[in-house]
């Protein structure tokens, strides 16, 4: 969370890394180990102030707390999600085709 970073491992070796917005002091992104419970390649997400159709290549590891692609923003690098690690929309394909349900989400600072 501190590097606003997200990073892909297979066993120990990082294949990649990608600059992410994980969310603000207000709506604060969960901390701790969880698996990917479920894939979605489109996906709409609501909550109070806000409704998102259509949010692409949409992974969740905890209720709903997920990675996924982004189209609201390119503010990569600074806190902005109501708690989802936001991503590029290529990066967030080529982590959706990559990670299985299943995969360690493993998130601290």
């Not at 970073?5 to 120990?12: D, S, V």
């Not at 997400?45 to 390119?74: C, I, R, S």
């Not at 806190?79 to 990066?91: E, F, T």
Request: glycine share 10%; charged share 10%; aromatic share 22%.
């Amino acid at each position: 969370l501190t590097n606003q970073r997200t990073y892909a491992y297979e066993g120990t070796r990082l294949v990649r890394t990608f600059l992410v917005s994980t969310g603000t002091q207000y709506h604060p992104t969960v901390t701790g180990e969880y698996r990917i419970y479920v894939k979605y390649r489109y996906t709409d997400m609501a909550g109070p102030g806000y409704y998102l159709p259509d949010v692409p290549f949409t992974m969740y590891f905890y209720k709903g707390y997920g990675l996924h692609g982004t189209y609201w923003h390119n503010n990569f690098g600074v806190p902005m999600s109501h708690g989802c690690i936001n991503l590029s929309i290529p990066d967030s394909e080529w982590l959706y085709y990559w990670a299985s349900v299943g995969t360690l989400v493993n998130i601290h600072y």
